[in-house]
């Protein structure tokens, strides 16, 4: 009834049609996307600060708190600074930086470079640290805001993209977050130790090394294995900044 | 020809009125036909995300019903699956993208599952059943209709989920707010896992084989 001829010219007409439909789709949603993702992104640093951001208010409450943006590379050396609106050194903005390809070159221990974010409220600095990581599904993320001197966290915010729900996924709760409050990534000695989502509770850890732990999110081990692997690979790129420029 | 002569069908005629109806008690896709039950397990632990997979869910299934069945006569029996399957992916796809454009926050929820939509059993199911065999305007009730009852079953499960697993609804702090705490209760850790969503899906097909005892299966 069919012929070959008919289902080869059938197939390739629906192929074709199935193309254009969902190109133009992506392309007239792209703009509205690609707004969006920015906008989360500064809803997440902006959140590490405990501010609350809506899209609308978003940019303007960016702008507001966050004064300074430093590309830092692996020697610790400050390669672009974006003070107040204006580059003022470098010739790349900190925030258009991809974390992704940063990382990726990290781990091909090729040269990178990573965002920090200096940001003030209500007259005290915090610095805010951008992470990305490898969860269950896809990739999460998060900032984490400290206090001037990076003895203390003041703030964390996290997030996903394929996480499951109600699981892994509960990692972009302010519930798991809040717990990063009062955290030390630096024990005693001045070592860094990051801080490590510990399976089963941090009643499991020594009583001293609390300060390095918080509780991982039952039926999402994964998620919160990938969340402290996250920390460790993130922070530990600041350590020469850090060592030069605040804790010297 | 006999269909010319044939008296035109008002649109929500007893019988295609019944096509939206049966789905949501007597053929259920979830508790009678047993299918699309991981997608079922999976996103039930919260309500916000299973109200808007159910209406994915029941767009995919109306829209793409309606397009399989303005195709039905064009299709070669031999490519059916294929055709299908492009059908969903399409339909799929653009849902996807409309969310992350215009509902981000509920698309990051749902994360993977959007996409695992293509993979819900119940829209090839009606495809192959309905949609291939019967005129655009039917397959389309039955496309809504299929995927009311199992939005239904969703919406169900998840809100006895979220209740007793985090104590909230819709993300609103319920059991907090009435001081349950303060007496000495806890959350229910089993309900966020996913065997949870299996015995209460058991529980409903309970209860509505014990309403009606016809549908119970001689064995």
């Known amino acids: ?248 | 020809m006999s269909e010319e002569v044939k008296e035109k069908e008002p649109l929500f005629s007893l019988k295609n009125r019944k096509l939206l109806s049966v789905p949501l008690n007597r053929e259920n896709p979830i508790t009678i036909q047993v299918l699309g039950i991981c997608s079922a397990l999976a996103v039930t632990a919260k309500l916000e995300p299973a109200v808007v997979m159910a209406i994915s869910v029941t767009f995919v299934t109306g829209v793409g019903n309606l397009v399989i069945s303005l195709l039905r006569k064009s299709i070669a029996p031999r490519i059916r699956i294929i055709v299908q399957l492009t059908v969903i992916a399409t339909l799929v796809i653009m849902v996807d993208q409309f969310l992350k454009a215009y509902a981000y926050d509920v698309s990051k929820q749902l994360s993977v599952f959007v996409g695992l939509i293509i993979t819900n059993c119940i829209i090839m199911g009606r495809f192959e059943a309905f949609g291939m065999a019967n005129k655009p305007w039917p397959s389309f009730l039955d496309g809504i209709g299929n995927g009311l009852g199992y939005g239904m079953i969703l919406i169900i499960v998840s809100f006895f989920r979220e209740l007793f697993g985090s104590g909230t609804l819709w993300g609103y702090p319920i059991f907090e707010k009435i001081g349950l705490y303060n007496i000495g209760y806890e959350n229910n850790g089993m309900m966020i896992l996913p065997p949870m969503a299996l015995i209460l899906v058991g529980i409903i097909i309970w209860v509505q084989r014990s309403k009606y005892r016809d549908l119970i299966e001689d064995n």
């Not at chain 1, 012929?3 to 992506?26: D, E, G, K, P, Q």
């Not at chain 1, 955290?183 to 001045?190: E, M, Q, T």
């Not at chain 1, 090394?209 to 402290?228: C, E, L, W």
């Open chain 1, 1 to 248: 009834m069919f012929s070959n001829r008919y289902i080869f010219i059938y197939s390739s007409v629906m192929v074709i049609i199935v193309a254009v439909v969902l190109s133009l789709t992506a392309i007239l949603l792209q703009p509205r996307q690609e707004k969006n993702l920015t906008i989360a992104k500064i809803q997440g640093i902006l959140a590490a600060l405990n501010v609350t951001a809506t899209p609308e208010d978003a940019e303007e409450l960016y702008a507001q708190y966050v004064s300074t943006e430093l590309a830092v590379d692996q020697d610790g050396q400050v390669v672009s600074i974006y003070q107040d609106g204006t580059l003022e050194k470098g010739d790349i903005r900190p925030f258009m930086i991809d974390l992704k390809k940063a990382l990726y070159s990290k781990k091909m221990k090729e040269p990178f470079v990573v965002p920090l974010y200096i940001a003030e409220n209500k007259g005290d600095t915090f610095y805010i640290v951008p992470m990305r990581g490898t969860g269950l599904w896809g990739p999460v993320y998060g900032n984490i805001a400290f206090t001037s001197n990076f003895n203390e966290i003041a703030g964390a915010f996290f997030t996903h993209d394929k996480e499951t729900p109600g699981l892994g996924a509960e990692i972009s709760t302010s519930e798991f977050s809040s717990q990063f409050i009062g955290k030390k990534i630096f024990n005693d000695a001045g070592d860094f130790v990051s801080v490590k989502v510990v399976k089963g509770g941090i009643a499991m850890m020594a009583p001293d090394q609390r300060i390095h732990g918080v509780d991982a999110i039952s039926g999402g081990t994964i998620t919160s294995n990938a969340v402290s692997a996250m920390l460790k690979n993130c922070l530990e790129n600041y350590l020469v900044y850090i060592h030069n420029n605040i804790k010297q």
